[in-house]
């Protein structure tokens, strides 16, 4: 985890700790799926990432935004987390 994130946006992680395996069944694009999820908390060293609105990642031809999210939007509804087991994760 840390070689990855250090890799795609140059950040490097503290207090890393493993959580869970999350085991996900979905469909997508009409298509069964199934994933194994290896779940860690952990925290920035350099704080100006808890400062950013996003941030542009990229996996081969994929493209991604990443975007800090106030947790209250999932729990209330508004928002959905997949899996939905994730929720009871978060902290906040």
Not at 35 to 53: A, G, R
Request: glycine share 6%.
């Amino acid at each position: 985890m840390q070689r990855e994130f250090q890799e795609e946006i140059q950040a490097e992680l503290t207090n890393i700790k493993y959580l869970a395996c999350l085991e996900n069944f979905f469909i997508f694009n009409g298509q069964a799926g199934h994933e194994l999820i290896q779940l860690y908390q952990c925290q920035f060293v350099d704080p100006k990432f808890y400062q950013l609105e996003s941030l542009a990642l990229a996996d081969g031809e994929w493209v991604f935004t990443a975007l800090w999210m106030p947790i209250e939007r999932f729990r209330s509804g508004k928002l959905r987390l997949v899996p939905d087991k994730f929720i009871d994760y978060c902290e906040g």
